[in-house]
């Protein structure tokens, strides 16, 4: 084959086991001749479309697993997608969701016993740990990439290894500091929606204040992959510290600024927050908050979208919820003397090379990521999750509720896990042993900082390396 895009399209059907269908519809695009098509589908073995085939076609399964969604219609719009395309092209789909603090347990077990879901989504730096036991997607990402105006930085740093696309992002959600208005004016802060805390310790006393009158601060820190690690990094990057380096093997966490401060914050948690927060996962913020118990909590934008669904009766909740959605309010992050901070790091969706259904994997993916279908899963969430590319940010999802703003100026001042260093193997196998988030868990429960953070910073130079 003297064409090289005749040689791509060979390779990719070898490498990707394309089924006939797949074949012709890349060498359409690519645009190669019938004469050049009918070539690699005879060389790649694709070139009888025989009953015998089409019977195996029709038998073909597919399983997806992703963690369960925040807003109920985003889930549901994805199982609907999965399983209309499942009819149109004789694949029967089965769609998974389960618990945010389960997904990478699942992730690992099913990779170690080399039998599983079939779509995986990954968390951010995840894929440094799975990409071996994931089909490539190099071209498939980049033509996502080049649909939507390439991805974002923040994106690229978290999601690929190494600059390689083993998955294909779809963004993530982000977080703000979602709080009552007439609770904090209450406390006393005049136009709470213009004059929210710039500084963490500004934030405390308003919550001691807020805590007195019965309505604490809601932050979960425990072993989930949302909010406790969404709240940790960033209070640690905002004294002084982080994981490691520049250098990626010198880890810095020790550090005096950031040890005074989280035994500082040792005491703001008494004074200012819900302390059964220790053992809260990513939705027990959102029951308090949305029941009334709480003042304010670091989330994605759920809480508010869950009481506007309220509001107009269409709560999928198993709880009455008793807040007005023209009652919240978003900001973004304090400060601390080293800046201002907040973590992310982008999903993605993987196909498994493990599994016999691999073909079906990757051409379901590539159908997800048509604007037809990707950019109604976005609007469906209502602006939830913040997209891996700047095609979007017209959108009025993102554009048409000022509340809202916060969320997808994240970007702006973000830092992904693993900083200074690169979100790689080592940063993935920190937040998978939930080491920064344990160092703030631990010394709330024994009130001892200085030894919660040597803790965290031996199991850092035993993963760093340094």
């Known amino acids: 084959m003297s064409d090289p895009r005749s040689n791509t399209l060979l390779n990719e059907a ?26 690699v589908l005879a060389t790649s073995g694709r070139a009888s479309a025989a009953p015998r085939a089409a019977t195996f076609i029709q038998e073909r399964q597919l399983n997806t697993l992703q963690a369960t969604y925040f807003v109920p219609e985003g889930q549901e719009f994805f199982t609907q997608v999965a399983q209309d395309w499942g009819s149109q092209n004789g694949v029967t789909v089965t769609t ?59 994106v690229i740093n978290t999601a690929s290894v190494d600059g390689k696309w083993y998955s294909i992002p779809h963004g993530s959600s982000s977080s703000a500091f979602a709080y ?17 805390p710039e500084t963490y310790e500004e934030l405390f006393a308003v919550g001691k204040t807020l805590k007195e009158m019965g309505k604490p601060f809601g932050q979960a820190l425990g072993q989930s992959l949302g909010d406790p690690p969404s709240f ?21 966490i020790n550090k005096p600024e950031f040890v005074e401060a989280l ?28 029941s009334d118990q709480i003042s304010g909590t670091l989330n994605g934008s759920s809480v508010y979208l869950a009481a506007v669904a309220a509001k107009e009766g269409e709560s999928t909740l198993d709880y009455e919820v008793q ?31 493990y599994s016999a259904n691999s073909e079906a994997a990757v051409e379901f993916l590539q159908h997800f990521y048509t604007p037809e279908i990707f950019i109604p899963w976005l609007e469906v969430q209502g602006g939830y999750i913040i997209p891996m590319a700047p095609g979007y940010a017209e959108l009025e999802i993102y554009t048409g509720n000022p509340s809202l703003a916060p969320y997808p100026a994240i970007s702006d001042y973000s830092r992904n896990k693993g900083f200074a260093g690169p979100a790689n193997q080592m940063a993935a196998e920190s937040s998978a042993r939930y080491v920064i988030v344990n160092a703030f868990a631990q010394a709330i429960q024994s009130g001892d900082a200085a030894s919660a953070v040597q803790q965290a910073e031996a199991q850092l130079q035993r993963i760093y390396g340094g």
């Not at 879901?117 to 990439?145: F, G, K, R, T």
Request: a negative charge; aromatic letters at 14%.
């Open 232 to 252: 940790a990094y960033p209070y640690m990057w905002a004294y002084g510290a982080m994981e490691v380096e520049e250098d990626g093997t010198t880890v810095a």
């Open 323 to 353: 807040v007005e959605p023209d009652d919240i309010w978003h900001a973004g992050f304090p400060s601390g003397p080293a800046g201002k901070f907040a973590l992310l790091g982008s999903r993605s969706m993987a196909a498994m090379n």
């Open 96 to 154: 998974d969701y389960i618990g945010w603090p389960d997904l990478q347990p699942r992730i690992a077990a099913a990779v170690e016993g080399g039998s599983g879901a079939d779509v995986i989504e990954m968390w951010d730096a995840w894929p440094y740990l799975y990409y071996e036991n994931m089909v490539p997607m190099e071209e498939q990402a980049q033509a996502v990439s080049e649909e939507y105006g390439g991805f974002y930085d923040w």
């Open 263 to 290: 035994q500082a914050f040792v005491q703001h948690w008494a004074d200012a927050y819900d302390e059964t927060g220790l053992s809260w996962d990513d939705g027990a913020n959102n029951r308090a908050f949305l």
């Open 180 to 196: 009552r208005i007439s609770l904090f004016e209450e406390a006393g802060i005049s136009d709470p929606q213009n004059n929210f």
């Open 14 to 39: 070898l490498r990707l086991r394309l089924s006939r269908r797949s074949i012709m519809r890349r060498g359409a695009a690519l645009g190669l001749s019938t004469a050049a098509v009918s070539s």
